[in-house]
């Protein structure tokens, strides 16, 4: 066995599968044990860092057999430590950062499949180089990995024309709990075939399986985008502006954020070289994006 704690016999199961690359032990799990924002924290015996879907797969089933906790963790942006093991050291962090390829993208059929571990912001430059637009965009993108935004069903900024990160895939590859794994790797929009098992799997938080690849949809870049920050004196009044673009043309509208004046207020007191580009404060604002 590689130690003789009580997690032994599980470490050396899994080394067998994974090698030194893909295990953290000690001191090396310690940035896998808190949030970004140090708040919540906790202890496990091992990090495993699979290679690719078998050797996922493999430990899987190794901890399964064994009734042993797994927590997947992507690029450990959460903000409620739901990818934080707890304080008994008994749970195996799971992290697909190795899972980072780009396995296709096609431009005609304006799809790529990417895998887990790859940063969002990596994947939406894939897209950019093809000439399109992978459009989901959220403040962590260069850190959180594709697998942590679909596990959480993100919904980000261009929600109102893109829909949430649900809305974007067209197929889910995944490692189930007992370690057997769903291939659903289908581009087919038009898909009327039985159960849509990837809706099951994205929002579930890592709960019913690992998500280890998906078929995202891209759509084509934007030739022009118009960005306004407009003051208004009631969130009915934000209500009514935003009302008043759906009439004039609702498919131009890529973002529509409502912010309090408490809230502006708040980052121009405490964010340094932060200033209000207008000529005086309102009692609440609209930040509106516009695309064609």
Partial sequence: MLDDTPYGELLTALHAVLGD????????TGAYCHDWRDLYH?????VIRPADVAELSAAVKICAARGVAMVPQGGNTSMVGGA??????????????????LRDLDPVDMSMVVEAGVPWQTAQAHAAAAG??????ISSEGTAQVGGILSTNAGGNNTLRYGNARDLVLGIEAVMPDGEVLHALRRLRKDNTGYALRHLLIGAEGTLGFITAAVLKLVPRPVETAVALCGVPSPEAATELFRMFQRHDAATIQAFEFM????MGFV???????TLPLASPAPHYALIELAT
């Fill in 84 to 101: 934080v093991p707890d304080e008994s050291g008994g749970q195996v962090v799971v992290s697909l950062a190795r899972l980072n390829r």
């Fill in 132 to 137: 399109l637009l992978l459009p989901l965009s």
């Fill in 268 to 274: 121009l007191a405490h964010i340094p070289d932060t």
């Fill in 42 to 46: 906790g202890a496990t015996p091992v």
């Fill in 21 to 28: 690359r893909g295990m953290l032990r000690g001191a090396d």
């Fill in 260 to 263: 309090s004046g408490t809230g």
